[in-house]
C-alpha cells in the first residue's frame, strides 16, 4: 500500500514541477514550488528522513518561499509582463532536456542497479542520530556553514542597499 | 511511522533515481527555456531538490546518516545563495526596470 503512496506522491511531484516551469504567472509558479516542496516533504517521511521532512517544512516551504513571494510583491511582477522566448529557443532547450534525461536513464540501464530499497536502521534520519553526526565527524563544516550564513546575510543587505554616493 | 517505513521496502532505488532524473531535468528545462529571472532561480531550487531527494535516498538505501548531513548542509547553502540571488535581482530590477535576462545581455562585453 506505501509503495503506491510513493508512487502517487511522485506523479504529483513531477505534475507540480511541470507546472512550475509552464505557469504563465510568477505568483502561480512560486505557489507550484511550494507545492511541490510538500510532496518533497512527503517523500522525506516515506523514506523516515524525520528530521530532513522539518526541516524541507520549515526552511523551504516558510523561508525560501516566503522569501520569492516577498520579492515578486515587491517587484510587482504579478501580471504577465514577461515576453516569452521564441519558439525556436523553447523547442530547442525542450529537446536538450529530454537528450539529458535519455542519458540518464540510458547510463542507468547500464548500470543496473535495481536492488529494493530497504530501511536497515529506522532510527537512520531521526534528530538524535543526525546531530551525533553533525556534531561529531562533520563540526567543522557546521561551523563553516555558520559563517557563510552569516556572509550571505552581510552580502544581501549591502546589495539591496541603496547606493547614496551614485545616486 | 514505524509500521509504514516498514512497508517502504517494495520502492526500487531504480525508481528513486528516475525520479530524480525527471525532476532535475526539468528545472534544465526550465532554465533553457524561461527569461524571467526569478522563474529560473525557481528552476535551480527544483534541481537542488531533486539532487536533495536522491542524496537521501542513497543514504537510507546504504545505511549511511552521512548523506542526509550533506542534504543539511546543501539547503543551508541554498538559504544563503537564495538570499544573495534575491537581493542581485532586487537590484537588477532597480537599475533596469525589468527582470527579464535578455536585458543583462551587455554583461557579455
Not at chain 1, 510532496?39 to 516515506?46: E, I, K, P, R, S
Not at chain 2, 545505511?63 to 535581482?89: C, R
Request: charged share 10%.
Amino acid at each position: 500500500m506505501s509503495t503506491q503512496v510513493f508512487y502517487f506522491v511522485a506523479t504529483l511531484s513531477i505534475l507540480f514541477s511541470l507546472m512550475v516551469i509552464f505557469a504563465k504567472n510568477p505568483i502561480h509558479s512560486v505557489l507550484y514550488l511550494i507545492l511541490t516542496f510538500f510532496t518533497f516533504t512527503v517523500h522525506y517521511v516515506l523514506l523516515n528522513a524525520q528530521f530532513l521532512a522539518v526541516v524541507n517544512f520549515i526552511v523551504y516551504m516558510g523561508a525560501i518561499m516566503v522569501l520569492f513571494l516577498f520579492v515578486l510583491m515587491l517587484l510587482n511582477l504579478n501580471k504577465d509582463t514577461e515576453p516569452s522566448k521564441s519558439p525556436l529557443i523553447k523547442i530547442v532547450g525542450v529537446i536538450a532536456g529530454g537528450c539529458l534525461i535519455v542519458t540518464l536513464i540510458g547510463s542507468l540501464k547500464a548500470a543496473s542497479i535495481s536492488s529494493p530499497l530497504i530501511l536497515k536502521n529506522p532510527g537512520l534520519g531521526l534528530v538524535e542520530n543526525l546531530g551525533k553526526e553533525l556534531f561529531g565527524p562533520f563540526l567543522l563544516p557546521f561551523e563553516l556553514s555558520s559563517l557563510l550564513l552569516l556572509a550571505a546575510m552581510v552580502g544581501a543587505v549591502l546589495l539591496s542597499k541603496r547606493d547614496e554616493v551614485e545616486a | 511511522m514505524e509500521n509504514l517505513t516498514t512497508q517502504m521496502a517494495g520502492v526500487p532505488l531504480n525508481h528513486y533515481i528516475y525520479l530524480s532524473a525527471i525532476i532535475f531535468t526539468i528545472g534544465v528545462i526550465g532554465v533553457l527555456t524561461r527569461r524571467n529571472a526569478i522563474v529560473i532561480f525557481m528552476s535551480v531550487e527544483l534541481m537542488l531538490n531533486a539532487v536533495n531527494l536522491l542524496l537521501t535516498a542513497f543514504s537510507v538505501h546504504s545505511n549511511d546518516p552521512s548523506g542526509q548531513v550533506f542534504v543539511f548542509f546543501i539547503m543551508a547553502l541554498a538559504a544563503a545563495e537564495v538570499a544573495v540571488g534575491l537581493a542581485i535581482i532586487v537590484m537588477v530590477y532597480r537599475n533596469t526596470k525589468s527582470i527579464d535576462i535578455n536585458v543583462l545581455n551587455r554583461l557579455k562585453w
